[in-house]
T-cell receptor, first 114, second 116 residues
Framework: DSGVTQTPKHLITATGQRVTLRCSPRSGDLSVYWYQQSLDQGLQFLIQYYNGEERAKGNILERFSAQQFPDLHSELNLSSLELGDSALYFC?????????????FGQGTRLTVV | DQQVKQNSPSLSVQEGRISILNCDYT??????FLWYKKYPAEGPTFLIS?????DKNEDGRFTVFLNKSAKHLSLHIVPSQPGDSAVYFCAASRIKSGGGADGLTFGKGTHLIIQP
C-alpha cells in the first residue's frame, strides 16, 4: 500500500460528459502529480500541484483541469470526453523526504469512455 | 520526441539468473533516474533511484548503473525471483530550483518474465 488513495477505481461514461477523479496523497506529502497511461503512449505526465499551487504542466489537454485543496487532496476534471480519453489515470505524491523525486503512486482510476 | 527509451518491450530470464533491463535517454538535464515496477491493476511502485552525479546505486538485489557519457542506465536484478515478473519502467526527473521536481518522464516499459 503506497498510502495514496484514488477514487473511483473504475468509471464508465459517455462521450461529451464530464468526470472528476479524486486523489488523497500520502500523509505529509505536499506534491501531487497526475499521469495518464494509455495503451500506446505509456505513462504521460499531466500536471503537478505543490501545496495548493500549480507547479508544472505536462501533456495536459485544455479540456482537462486539476486543483489541489487546502487539505492537500487533488481532483482531476476531464470534460467533453472523447473515446481517446479512455485510459488509466494515476495520481502520485511526493515531498515527505529528500530527495523529493521519488513519487508514490495510487492504484489508478480506469476511465472508459463509450 | 521520446526522451526516455526502453527498447526491449519484453525480457525472459531464468529464475536465479541475472536480469538486466536497459534504458536510454536523450535529455542531459535530467538530475535523477528512477526505476518503477508495475503489476497488472496496480500503480507503479518505486524500486530504486540514482542521482546523475553517481554511477552506481545498490539496494539489496537491485543495482542501477548510470553511464552519463552514453546516456544509458541499466537495472540489474540478482538473483531473479518469480515475484520479479512485472513491467519495469525507467523514469527521469529534473530537480527544480527551490526544491521539488518536474513530473517524471517515463519510458514505455519492459515486461520482465522470470521463468522457473
Amino acid at each position: 500500500d503506497s498510502g495514496v488513495t484514488q477514487t473511483p477505481k473504475h468509471l464508465i461514461t459517455a462521450t461529451g460528459q464530464r468526470v472528476t477523479l479524486r486523489c488523497s496523497p500520502r500523509s505529509g506529502d505536499l506534491s501531487v502529480y497526475w499521469y495518464q497511461q494509455s495503451l500506446d503512449q505509456g505513462l504521460q505526465f499531466l500536471i503537478q500541484y505543490y501545496n495548493g499551487e500549480e507547479r508544472a504542466k505536462g501533456n495536459i489537454l485544455e479540456r482537462f483541469s486539476a486543483q489541489q485543496f487546502p487539505d492537500l487532496h487533488s481532483e482531476l476534471n476531464l470534460s467533453s470526453l472523447e473515446l481517446g480519453d479512455s485510459a488509466l489515470y494515476f495520481c502520485a505524491s511526493s515531498g515527505r523526504q529528500e530527495p523529493r523525486t521519488e513519487a508514490f503512486f495510487g492504484q489508478g482510476t480506469r476511465l472508459t469512455v463509450v | 520526441d521520446q526522451q526516455v527509451k526502453q527498447n526491449s518491450p519484453s525480457l525472459s530470464v531464468q529464475e536465479g539468473r541475472i536480469s538486466i533491463l536497459n534504458c536510454d535517454y536523450t535529455n542531459s538535464m535530467f538530475d535523477y533516474f528512477l526505476w518503477y515496477k508495475k503489476y497488472p491493476a496496480e500503480g507503479p511502485t518505486f524500486l530504486i533511484s540514482i542521482s546523475s552525479i553517481k554511477d552506481k546505486n545498490e539496494d539489496g538485489r537491485f543495482t542501477v548503473f548510470l553511464n552519463k557519457s552514453a546516456k544509458h542506465l541499466s537495472l540489474h536484478i540478482v538473483p531473479s525471483q518469480p515475484g520479479d515478473s512485472a513491467v519495469y519502467f525507467c523514469a527521469a526527473s529534473r530537480i527544480k530550483s527551490g526544491g521539488g521536481a518536474d513530473g517524471l518522464t517515463f519510458g514505455k516499459g519492459t515486461h520482465l518474465i522470470i521463468q522457473p
